[in-house]
């Protein structure tokens, strides 16, 4: 099995293959060109950079950090789905008898993730046990600007040289959840808060267009293909969206609520009122902020 996390070059954007279970000591990416070890150069600052990009299910969050991927030099994402206990351990739902994927208490094996996020933030490599199952997902594209792709890329990498010359290498990992606001522990580790917002009426079309989704399986490391049975969206989905959100925007209102601070820098981006490509332009002078701070 390989794990598609997609690092991104410091100079140019080359789609990288991350090997699934590879020791942290040796990691190593695969490009068209051969195997090489992914560099923490020698007397620079290590300063990893962790990306929180939430919101519900199909609301862009994952193909918003998958452009930022391809911007940001030395980049890697972390799905928060990838998080998911067994399928042989979803909790089932005490009234509808039904697997339960999304209440927040049981969807997540949050001790792991908080676990792995730190180490990422300690040390710039995902854990040697991680894999994904995300490319085995549905993936639908949804292009931005050539103009803004180049010119954000030419403005992280002259960023990149310059905190080069300061000493310090940047390594930018987005993570990536539908539940990522829920646990404190988990929001700790990130330094910047973003929460894409998107109406119920679009998740709910957007969720039935989807023809399912791969799950993690103790007996099967290619996971399995879960599909919606029936009023899944409204029985079980969109109540556990407002359980694990309703707390952290302002009345609990999800169609219009500001932050009301529990969770600290949170950034609440309206997903449908601007492009794809005014949407990274919006995350992109943020992250510019981000990296020019002196540490």
């Known amino acids: 099995m390989r794990v598609i996390l997609m690092l991104s070059d410091s100079v140019k954007t080359l789609p990288y293959l991350f090997h699934s279970r590879v020791g942290s000591a040796n990691m190593t990416l695969l490009n068209g060109t051969g195997i090489h070890?992914?560099?923490?150069?020698?007397?620079?600052?290590?300063?990893?950079?962790?990306?929180?990009?939430?919101?519900?299910?199909?609301?862009?969050?994952?193909?918003?950090?998958?452009?930022?991927?391809?911007?940001?030099?030395?980049?890697?994402?972390?799905?928060?789905?990838?998080?998911?206990?067994?399928?042989?351990?979803i909790p089932i739902h005490p009234q509808y008898k039904v697997q339960d994927w999304d209440d927040?208490?049981?969807?997540?094996?949050?001790?792991?993730?908080?676990?792995?996020?730190?180490?990422?933030?300690?040390?710039?490599?995902?854990?040697?046990?991680?894999?994904?199952?995300?490319h085995l997902n549905e993936q639908k594209d949804i292009p931005i600007?050539?103009?803004?792709?180049?010119?954000?890329?030419?403005?992280?990498?002259?960023?990149e040289q310059e905190r080069r010359q300061l000493g310090e290498q940047i390594i930018w990992v987005m993570v990536d959840g539908f539940l990522l606001y829920w646990d404190m522990d988990v929001v700790d580790t990130l330094d910047v808060r973003i929460f894409l917002r998107v109406p119920h009426d679009v998740l709910k079309q957007r969720r039935h267009e989807r023809h399912g989704y791969h799950t993690a399986v103790q007996s099967d490391p290619e996971g399995a293909l879960w599909r919606d049975p029936p009023h899944y969206w409204e029985q079980i989905v969109w109540p556990a969206y407002v359980k694990a959100h309703a707390g952290v925007l302002e009345g609990g209102d999800l169609e219009h609520g500001k932050s009301n601070g529990k969770v600290r820098g949170?950034?609440?981006?309206?997903?449908?009122?601007?492009?794809?490509?005014?949407?990274?332009?919006?995350?992109?002078?943020?992250?510019?902020?981000v990296a020019e701070r002196t540490q």
């Open 104 to 134: 927040p208490e049981g969807a997540i094996d949050w001790t792991r993730m908080v676990n792995s996020l730190r180490e990422v933030k300690a040390t710039g490599k995902i854990p040697p046990e991680h894999y994904s199952h995300d």
């Open 266 to 289: 949170l950034i609440v981006v309206e997903g449908l009122e601007v492009s794809m490509s005014s949407l990274v332009d919006n995350v992109c002078e943020r992250l510019v902020d």
């Open 145 to 159: 600007n050539s103009e803004t792709s180049k010119r954000w890329r030419d403005t992280f990498h002259r960023i």
């Open 37 to 89: 070890p992914l560099p923490v150069e020698d007397g620079l600052k290590l300063r990893v950079i962790l990306v929180g990009i939430g919101g519900a299910t199909c609301s862009g969050k994952t193909t918003l950090a998958k452009h930022l991927r391809n911007i940001l030099p030395g980049s890697v994402i972390v799905h928060q789905d990838d998080f998911a206990p067994p399928q042989e351990k």
